[in-house]
């Protein structure tokens, strides 16, 4: 509480009470040395046990999800390709990329039947081959089946390298399913990656002042739910009135 001088009152009456129960303890002509004693058997006190090591199998598992992390890490220093060949200064990382797709399903409205917390793992998986054989895009010339079958070979060492069990199952499961757009969380977290792409086009073009036009028309008419047409609708809305 400010103001008053109430609460000053209140507080100097329990001060004095405070020192006035500590004072008879003080005697300021006590000999050093018993104040010493009293520390030095505090401090004579042997050490807390140290804590046991970790078991040969959780010490196993921490370096099988180090090594998975550290693979990770790719995600961050891999550039989108798209970016790259357009000429965007300081181009985001696929893990940016992956990042706000994640947000995305955090923050989109409920829907009946969707599984949020499906959908914000599936946004963090969706792309996690690309670690291994990077952002490989349609102007590469790589055929889909190919592409397809690189990125699963890649996922399967990823996995294997997590050490299997249910992690890794889940994450396998995850990427399968949106690669064949196979629920209706897949088919939300498809339209995000498409949204997110062209919400990333506009901050580029109203940042670098650049124009990249092909980026939405390649997105156009390709939305298969209601939030992403919304979503999508409002970037291209901004878009045009700038």
Same mark, same amino acid.
């Given at each position: ?9 209140? !507080?100097?009456?329990? !001060? ?37 090591? +970790? ?12 090594? &998975? ?29 992956? !990042? ?8 989109? +409205?409920?829907? +009946? ?55 890794? %199952? ?7 399913? !949106? ?12 339209? &995000?990656? %498409? ?26 008419? %390709? &939305? ?8 999508? &609708? ?9």
């Amino acid at each position: 509480m400010m103001g008053g001088s109430r609460p000053l009152t209140l !507080y100097t009456k329990s !001060y004095t009470l405070i020192s006035s129960s500590i004072a008879p303890r003080f005697n300021p002509h006590r000999p050093i040395r018993n104040r010493t004693v009293l520390m030095s058997s505090s401090s004579s006190q042997p050490d807390p046990s140290p804590s046991p090591s +970790p078991s040969p199998s959780s010490s196993s598992a921490a370096a099988a999800a180090i090594d &998975f992390l550290s693979l990770c890490h790719r995600l961050k220093t891999t550039k989108r390709a798209g970016w790259v060949r357009r000429g965007v200064r300081e181009p985001e990382s696929v893990a940016d990329h992956m !990042y706000r797709m994640g947000v995305m399903a955090l923050v989109a +409205p409920d829907m +009946p039947g969707i599984d949020r917390d499906r959908c914000i793992k599936m946004a963090i998986v969706h792309d996690i081959a690309e670690a291994i054989v990077g952002d490989i895009t349609p102007s590469d010339g790589v055929p889909k089946l190919e592409k397809n079958r690189m990125e699963k070979e890649a996922l399967d060492h990823m996995c294997n390298l997590l050490g299997g069990g249910s992690r890794a %199952k889940e994450i396998h499961e995850l990427w399968m399913e !949106y690669e064949e757009n196979s629920s209706p969380e897949a088919k939300i977290v498809k339209d &995000f990656d %498409k949204v997110e792409m062209i919400l990333q086009a506009l901050e580029y073009e109203n940042e670098q002042g650049i124009d990249l036009e092909e980026f939405f028309q390649s997105t156009a008419g %390709k &939305f298969q739910t209601d939030v992403g047409k919304a979503w999508a &609708f409002e970037i291209t809305s901004r878009r045009k009135k700038k």
